[in-house]
């Protein structure tokens, strides 16, 4: 006679769970990892200034052209990119980053982000515009979006 022992549903349901709720604690500390191993950022706030053309269009944002600072950290600097954004009826009509990189391979990833920006932003509503990655270049964004908050905050209508 074979005899086979069964292991009581309990047990299995609670095993699954407990599987479950592990995989979900690592991947918890994964993203954590990430936010945990970049550098302090800089206390001093971005700069920003309403340029020409502050007309009032008929939504949340007055139509202009609006340009402000955003920076942001990366492993070896600080960095700031300077954004100029171009408002008309709370769309993006324009925009114009530059960049001033202090390590090399900042000068590379500010390269391909203003490269690849406009087909980001632009034909967008501004409330909308929050980019992730653009072009390869991921902490570019950080300061990018900074940098439209404050655009933001100075063009409210």
Do not use: H, W
Request: proline share 4%; glycine share 12%.
């Amino acid at each position: 006679m074979i005899r086979t022992t069964a292991v009581p549903r309990p047990v299995r349901i609670g095993t699954a769970l407990l599987g479950v709720a592990g995989i979900a604690t690592l991947a918890g500390c994964a993203g954590g990892a990430t936010d945990a191993a970049a550098p302090a950022e800089s206390a001093a706030a971005p700069s920003s200034s309403a340029a020409a053309g502050g007309s009032s269009g008929s939504g949340t944002y007055k139509d202009g052209q609006y340009e402000a600072t955003g920076q942001y950290a990366t492993p070896e600097s600080v960095e700031t990119v300077d954004v100029t954004l171009t408002i008309a009826g709370d769309t993006v009509t324009a925009v114009e980053v530059t960049g001033d990189p202090q390590a090399a391979e900042s000068k590379r990833y500010q390269s391909e982000f203003i490269g690849g920006i406009k087909d980001k932003v632009v034909g967008k509503k501004l409330d909308e515009i929050s980019v992730s990655k653009v072009a390869g270049s991921s902490l570019t964004s950080g300061g990018f979006n900074k940098a439209v908050d404050e655009i933001k905050a100075s063009a409210k209508a």
